[in-house]
């Protein structure tokens, strides 16, 4: 766990010039270093995974902290919105119950991260089949959509100035392991990230590795509509997917940084 907290016998009292002194002890001070980050040892070397990378993020999270007295709604807010957004994700895995247990759609997300306002989420998509990879895309716009139209309204009721919505974004690629692999690198996970910041646009999956024209029919494209955007750091022109809804919306401002193919 990330945090460094020396106990108060890790400090003594010194007499310096007659005064006296509280110093943390040397073996203590030293202490505070990487391994604090809880990577293990980060002289491993690191191994690969194809996955798929979203990367929620809560609108208006930071304002939400910044009401009066935020430590008697944030951990209320917080703890309702992990406990349902894993249970959101369970569902959409589940194909069918048994008694014995649960047959799946696909496996569940290897690896979680909370990231202070919003969620990392990786699946390793090597034992996805291509089609329920594409369905994965589907059930987290649901997932995003439930965030307003389910679980917003009832936490609006017990807390004030809500995050207004739980927006996404998703791209596939390679992940590579740090340390003991308690923790992932990518170039994917960078690019989920910067898709769910896109101005005006609240979901968003980038292009590259999916092939929607291939896996869905004409009534689940028709949803979607096709652009190049200037992702910072990635590419003047990637090509990503967003809702045409969100895109018909925009104001005309929002709606030029993004261009037909």
Not at 165 to 171: D, K, V
Request: aromatic share 12%.
């Amino acid at each position: 766990m990330p945090i460094f907290s020396p106990k108060p016998n890790c400090y003594i009292n010194i007499i310096e010039n007659e005064q006296t002194i509280k110093v943390l002890k040397k073996e203590d001070f030293d202490s505070f270093n990487s391994s604090v980050l809880g990577l293990g040892d980060i002289t491993q070397a690191s191994n690969s995974k194809p996955a798929i990378a979203a990367v929620f993020d809560l609108e208006g999270f930071t304002n939400f902290c910044k009401q009066i007295e935020p430590q008697l709604s944030v951990p209320i807010f917080l703890k309702q919105f992990l406990d349902w957004i894993f249970g959101e994700i369970r569902k959409e895995t589940c194909k069918k119950e048994f008694a014995e247990g649960y047959q799946l759609w696909h496996p569940l997300p290897f690896f979680t991260k909370f990231m202070g306002d919003g969620l990392l989420v990786l699946w390793d998509c090597s034992s996805i089949h291509s089609v329920n990879q594409h369905n994965l895309i589907t059930t987290l716009d649901e997932i995003a959509g439930h965030y307003a139209q389910q679980f917003l309204p009832e936490m609006k009721k017990k807390v004030c100035d809500v995050p207004s919505a739980l927006r996404c974004g998703i791209a596939k690629g390679t992940v590579y392991s740090v340390g003991d692999g308690n923790d992932f690198v990518g170039p994917c996970i960078n690019l989920a990230a910067r898709l769910q910041k896109l101005d005006g646009i609240k979901f968003a999956f980038a292009r590259r590795g999916f092939s929607p024209e291939d896996q869905w029919k004409e009534d689940q494209l028709e949803y979607w509509t096709l652009k190049e955007a200037s992702i910072r750091g990635m590419g003047e022109k990637e090509l990503i997917y967003i809702r045409k809804s969100e895109f018909e919306n925009l104001s005309k401002i929002d709606s030029r940084k993004y261009h037909d193919p």
